[in-house]
């Protein structure tokens, strides 16, 4: 019931932006924590941004300055905005809720020239 649905994954150039999206249905959205991690090949799921219900955030290091997290709640959306995309932002993005434990499919992101 409690579903997260990702997009907005894609190829883009090094130095691009890139925006994803994170649907939520089956849950009080408002009141929700909402987080993105991701995920490269070969290697382990990683924290990225954290957003919670008073807007309060938390980024990784390596993209602080670079990603912005944000919500809209009368969408019940949670967004990605990527900036300064490199090679290294590469991986499949993932949506979380902590307080219900839901995760989305993910999407891919690809920087390459």
């Known amino acids: 019931q409690e579903q997260l649905v990702e997009s907005g994954g894609g190829l883009v150039q090094p130095g691009g932006s890139l925006r994803l999206s994170c649907a939520a249905s089956?849950?009080?959205?408002?009141?929700?924590?909402m987080r993105w991690y991701r995920q490269a090949p070969g290697k382990e799921r990683e924290f990225v941004a954290s957003?919670?219900?008073?807007?309060?955030?938390i980024y990784e290091d390596s993209v602080k300055g670079r990603f912005t997290i944000s919500r809209d709640n009368a969408r019940r959306t949670a967004y990605l905005q990527m900036n300064s995309l490199t090679p290294e932002d590469t991986a499949v993005y993932y949506c979380?809720?902590?307080?219900?434990?839901?995760w989305g499919q993910g999407t891919q992101v690809t920087v390459s020239s």
């Open positions: 957003i919670t219900e008073f807007s309060a955030t």
């Open positions: 979380n809720c902590p307080n219900n434990g839901a």
């Open positions: 089956g849950m009080i959205f408002t009141t929700m924590t």
